[in-house]
């Protein structure tokens, strides 16, 4: 018998492109939303010295308790309303795994962060997806139009929202909130460079849970995500989480994270700065039309083919996000602001680029 892998695949994984990231080189990077400055010589030795204590040979510490229990003095919460994941995609993936009982499936606005739907149909959950607004803000009648009894059991939203940037409207939310049968999931990974959260609906809902990540504020490559809500909700979740998933070098560096804070946040600042700036210089050139952004990057549509843009840009080193996906990303892109002499270097080149 001959084998087939479709046969063997389930059909919305076999016929799903999945994620991307493509293999592109560049000397100036500013495609994954990533902080573009580095830990400072001393805090390097700092973290150097404090990953020499780890014990190689020994499992990590299963559940990092001793990290949940400072990130939760860190954000004012008790310890098991805290669950950590390797990424914010592991704890993604985790809620779509767990959350399918009498209510099921998975609601989305769109655009928005493509992981959501592919961990939810990865994971066997249906996916409705609903246009955002003009403005890129929730359409709450659409969206709550799609609901019924047994759906939802999530909600995803990114706010600010990847790729476009914005916040979306404290009301909406949580209007959101209060019809849906299932959970909304409020995704902050974003929310340090806009300076607003939406922390304090946790004491007013139950079914709210707040996701973030370090990834976007300088520790991208520990790979540490975590979510806070109900104690109820994180027990059922733990079930599903495999035992050592934070490594011993991710646990010791986000410690280290949230012990030098202060030096973190001088950076978020700097950037939110370069973002402004760089939200200006796009606005002069006239065949782009650049989106207010409150995340660490830029959102904005071309008046001409983006991916002749795209392959300008990428010849001259410097690696950004196409997003030419029509018909609600045509001819767009994203751009993650960096420092002053990568954001100057972009705007000299898109502001050699004429149409033809």
Same mark, same amino acid.
């Given at each position: 018998?001959?084998?087939?892998?479709? %046969?063997?695949?389930?059909?919305?994984? =076999?016929?799903?492109?999945?994620?991307?990231?493509?293999?592109?080189?560049?000397?100036?990077?500013?495609? +994954?939303?990533?902080?573009?400055?580095?830990?400072?010589?001393?805090?390097?030795?700092?973290?150097?010295?404090?990953?020499?204590?780890?014990?190689?040979?020994?499992?990590?510490?299963?559940?990092?308790?001793?990290? *949940?229990?400072?990130?939760?003095?860190?954000?004012?919460?008790?310890?098991?309303?805290?669950?950590?994941?390797?990424?914010?995609?592991?704890?993604?993936?985790?809620?779509?795994?767990?959350?399918?009982?009498?209510?099921?499936?998975?609601?989305?606005?769109?655009?928005?962060?493509?992981?959501?739907?592919?961990?939810?149909?990865?994971?066997?959950?249906?996916?409705?997806?609903?246009?955002? %607004?003009?403005?890129?803000? @929730?359409?709450?009648?659409?969206?709550?139009?799609?609901? *019924?009894?047994?759906?939802?059991?999530?909600?995803?939203?990114?706010?600010?929202?990847?790729?476009?940037?914005?916040?979306?409207?404290?009301?909406?939310?949580?209007?959101?909130? *209060?019809?849906?049968?299932?959970?909304?999931?409020?995704?902050?990974?974003?929310?340090? =460079?806009?300076?607003?959260?939406?922390?304090?609906?946790?004491?007013?809902?139950?079914?709210?849970?707040?996701?973030?990540?370090?990834?976007?504020?300088?520790?991208?490559?520990?790979?540490?995500?975590?979510?806070?809500?109900?104690?109820?909700?994180? +027990?059922?979740? %733990?079930?599903?989480?495999?035992?050592?998933?934070?490594?011993?070098?991710?646990?010791?560096?986000?410690? =280290?994270?949230?012990?030098?804070?202060?030096?973190?946040?001088?950076?978020?600042?700097?950037?939110?700065?370069?973002?402004?700036?760089?939200?200006?210089?796009?606005?002069?050139?006239?065949?782009?039309?650049?989106?207010?952004?409150?995340?660490? =990057?830029?959102?904005?549509?071309?008046?001409?083919?983006?991916?002749?843009?795209?392959?300008?840009?990428?010849?001259?080193?410097?690696?950004?996000?196409?997003?030419?996906?029509?018909?609600?990303? *045509?001819?767009?892109?994203?751009?993650?602001?960096?420092?002053?002499?990568?954001?100057?270097?972009?705007?000299?080149? @898109?502001?050699?680029?004429?149409?033809?």
């Amino acid at each position: 018998m001959t084998m087939k892998i479709r %046969d063997l695949v389930e059909k919305n994984i =076999f016929e799903q492109s999945g994620y991307v990231t493509p293999e592109v080189a560049g000397e100036i990077k500013m495609d +994954a939303n990533e902080n573009p400055f580095a830990l400072s010589e001393p805090l390097k030795r700092i973290l150097r010295e404090r990953m020499r204590g780890i014990d190689f040979n020994r499992y990590p510490e299963a559940g990092a308790i001793e990290l *949940r229990e400072k990130f939760a003095r860190y954000f004012g919460v008790k310890k098991n309303m805290i669950m950590l994941g390797n990424g914010s995609d592991e704890l993604i993936q985790i809620l779509c795994m767990t959350m399918k009982g009498k209510i099921k499936g998975v609601l989305v606005p769109v655009p928005t962060f493509s992981m959501y739907k592919i961990i939810a149909v990865n994971t066997g959950n249906t996916v409705v997806e609903v246009p955002l %607004d003009r403005k890129f803000d @929730l359409d709450v009648k659409s969206m709550t139009g799609r609901m *019924r009894k047994d759906f939802p059991a999530l909600i995803f939203l990114s706010s600010p929202n990847s790729p476009t940037g914005n916040l979306f409207s404290s009301s909406r939310i949580e209007a959101l909130i *209060r019809k849906t049968p299932g959970i909304v999931v409020i995704d902050e990974a974003y929310a340090r =460079f806009s300076g607003q959260s939406q922390m304090a609906l946790l004491k007013k809902y139950k079914n709210l849970i707040f996701l973030n990540t370090l990834s976007k504020l300088g520790m991208a490559s520990i790979r540490v995500g975590f979510l806070i809500g109900n104690p109820e909700i994180i +027990a059922q979740l %733990d079930k599903v989480r495999l035992p050592y998933n934070i490594n011993s070098l991710s646990q010791v560096a986000a410690r =280290f994270f949230l012990d030098y804070d202060k030096e973190f946040s001088k950076q978020t600042k700097e950037i939110a700065q370069r973002r402004n700036e760089l939200y200006r210089g796009l606005k002069e050139i006239k065949w782009i039309t650049a989106y207010p952004s409150q995340a660490n =990057f830029i959102f904005f549509s071309c008046a001409f083919d983006s991916n002749r843009i795209y392959n300008r840009i990428i010849a001259e080193g410097i690696v950004v996000k196409n997003l030419n996906v029509p018909p609600l990303m *045509r001819n767009c892109m994203r751009i993650t602001a960096g420092n002053k002499k990568e954001n100057d270097a972009l705007l000299k080149v @898109l502001k050699k680029i004429t149409p033809e």
